[in-house]
């Protein structure tokens, strides 16, 4: 007994049948609606609280550095350039 084999599809009728007979097929759809609405909205609080904690999401990438011309790092110099003045 005891959940031993989760729920069966006679579990899921019973309460099915439970719903409609306490809230009446009107007002399932509503409920439905509401429901669906509000879970919605709790997701888009969750995400906006996660963007505002700071913590970086884990799909977003850090955007690259910029090296500025100052901060570039010096050429090489080229085997003729090296090669002493006689």
Same mark, same amino acid.
Request: hydrophobic share 55%.
């Given at each position: 007994m005891f959940l031993r084999n989760? =729920?069966?599809p006679w579990h899921?009728?019973?309460?099915?049948?439970?719903? +409609? %007979?306490?809230?009446?097929? /009107?007002? =399932?759809p509503d409920t439905a609606r509401a429901l669906?609405?509000?879970?919605? +909205? %709790?997701?888009?609080?969750? /995400?906006?609280?996660r963007e505002d904690s700071g913590d970086p999401?884990?799909?977003?990438?850090?955007?690259?550095?910029?090296?500025?011309?100052?901060?570039a790092p010096a050429q090489a110099q080229t085997p003729a350039d090296a090669r002493p003045a006689q």
């Open positions: 989760g =729920l069966e899921l009728l019973i309460v099915a049948v439970v719903l +409609i %007979l306490l809230f009446g097929s /009107k007002k =399932l669906g609405k509000s879970l919605r +909205i %709790l997701k888009s609080e969750t /995400k906006a609280m999401a884990p799909a977003a990438a850090a955007p690259a550095p910029q090296v500025t011309p100052a901060q």
